[in-house]
């Protein structure tokens, strides 16, 4: 179970949320909507441990994040604005190492398997430089494949630059993770049928006259 | 965990082979200062075999300064550093493992070049051996203590002028000792002193600088 206790993020000087409780229940999907600069990929950033929020906690299974660390982040797949994809990297050696680094281990048959499942087979030895943008988000995507053993999964806008196909494929992923009983935080601004139960957490910009106090 | 560290040693070897103009180019460099000098300070041998240990000890560090700002700042841009935060493995490892590939594809072909500058220096073949052995120990601390500056700049603008501010005085023991072992060589003094403590450097920068690194990178990426 992921939950925080009276977080409180501070940009700058912009104070973009305080006291914020979650709780994400196994099976939970937590949609994080909200407009430009209302913190979400802030908040995202919170979660995963990589910005620390002004105040307060994130727990995950009851345990503080912060001193967890190692042991959270094998729970943890995180999708970020940036794919994490090597240029000059095939997009095989790209998923693979991937698998590796997250230490859910990646052979090549498992990675071929990710990049086929999101419409990539054929393009296992092709260069990364050498692909489009939807195509490198999705050797991106492809090690949520390798992480079915990740409990959580935080997803900065997982649907940009991808095609209708795409959009399918991931949002099946999806569906897949919360039957497991896994926990999936997620922002889009695309509307997104997504499978199974979503729950909605709106934050709000902060007004420009709220921004000095 | 030996195969996380193998996997990133692999992969940056595999990355510095596909982009080989960075490592060519820092070896060219590595090469150009040190042929610049004898130009400067002119053909007189008994000068250039005396100060050419320091020459090509101090051409090593700025070669490796200039090599430090690719260590993370490709994998910052395009997020495979956030990946490599948010892993199961010990962060400390990764880095370590990133810095074995630095100085596999920087300080080792330095060592190997030194040979070709032993003979431009005429410096004779006993001080040329003492000048790869003391690179050999000694290049691996640049690395090391250089990866934390390369860690604390990374993502500032101007990052390379501080890189430098900040990395150059740490390197001054290993550039002590490392010339030092070569000229105690050249005036027949035994040059173990010097050897031992820059391999006591490289260690204790081995067994140190990841965990600085480590934090540094997690300042850094906030």
């Known amino acids: 179970m992921l939950q925080t206790v009276d977080l409180e993020c501070q940009r700058g000087d912009r104070l973009l949320f305080s006291g914020l409780n979650l709780t994400a229940a196994p099976g939970t999907c937590l949609h994080i909507a909200g407009e430009n600069g209302a913190g979400k990929t802030s908040l995202l950033r919170i979660l995963c441990g990589l910005l620390s929020p002004t105040a307060g906690d994130v727990l995950w299974r009851g345990g503080n994040i912060r001193t967890l660390r190692e042991e959270f982040w094998q729970d943890l797949a995180y999708v970020g604005h940036l794919n994490g994809v090597k240029d000059d990297l095939t997009a095989l050696e790209n998923v693979r190492f991937a698998g590796l680094l997250s230490g859910r281990g990646g052979n090549d048959e498992r990675a071929a398997a990710a990049l086929g499942a999101l419409g990539l087979a054929g393009f296992e030895q092709a260069q990364a430089r050498f692909l489009s943008q939807g195509q490198r988000r999705r050797i991106g995507l492809a090690r949520l494949f390798l992480a079915e053993s990740a409990a959580l999964w935080i997803l900065d806008e997982p649907f940009t630059a991808l095609d209708v196909r795409g959009v399918k494929a991931l949002s099946d992923l999806i569906g897949a993770q919360q039957a497991r009983g896994g926990i999936i935080v997620l922002t889009t601004h695309q509307d997104v049928p997504l499978p199974g139960r979503v729950e909605r957490l709106d934050l709000r910009a902060p007004r420009p006259e709220e921004v000095d106090a | ?222």
């Open chain 2, 1 to 222: 965990m030996s195969r996380t560290l193998l996997a990133v040693i692999r992969r940056d070897l595999l990355l510095a082979l596909r982009q080989r103009a960075d490592v060519v180019n820092t070896l060219l460099f590595f090469l150009v200062v040190v042929t610049m000098v004898p130009l400067g300070v002119g053909p007189e041998l008994n000068t250039l075999r005396t100060i050419a240990p320091g020459v090509v000890w101090v051409a090593a560090l700025l070669a490796a300064i200039l090599s430090l700002n690719r260590l993370f700042a490709n994998d910052h841009a395009d997020g495979t550093l956030e990946q490599m935060l948010l892993t199961g493995e010990p962060l400390p490892l990764i880095v370590l493992a990133k810095c074995t590939a630095h100085w596999l594809t920087t300080g080792l072909p330095i060592v190997f070049m030194a040979l070709l500058l032993g003979v431009m220096f005429d410096l004779g073949v006993e001080p040329t051996a003492f000048l790869m052995v003391s690179l050999l120990l000694g290049t691996p601390a640049l690395s090391l203590i250089g990866a934390v500056g390369a860690a604390l700049t990374l993502g500032l603008r101007g990052g390379g002028v501080l890189i430098s501010l900040l990395v150059l005085p740490l390197y001054v023991p290993v550039l002590i000792f490392g010339a030092g072992a070569v000229e105690s060589v050249a005036g027949g003094l035994a040059p173990t002193g010097h050897l031992l403590l820059l391999g006591a450097l490289s260690l204790a920068a081995s067994v140190m600088a990841p965990w600085a690194i480590a934090a540094a990178l997690r300042i850094s990426m906030e």
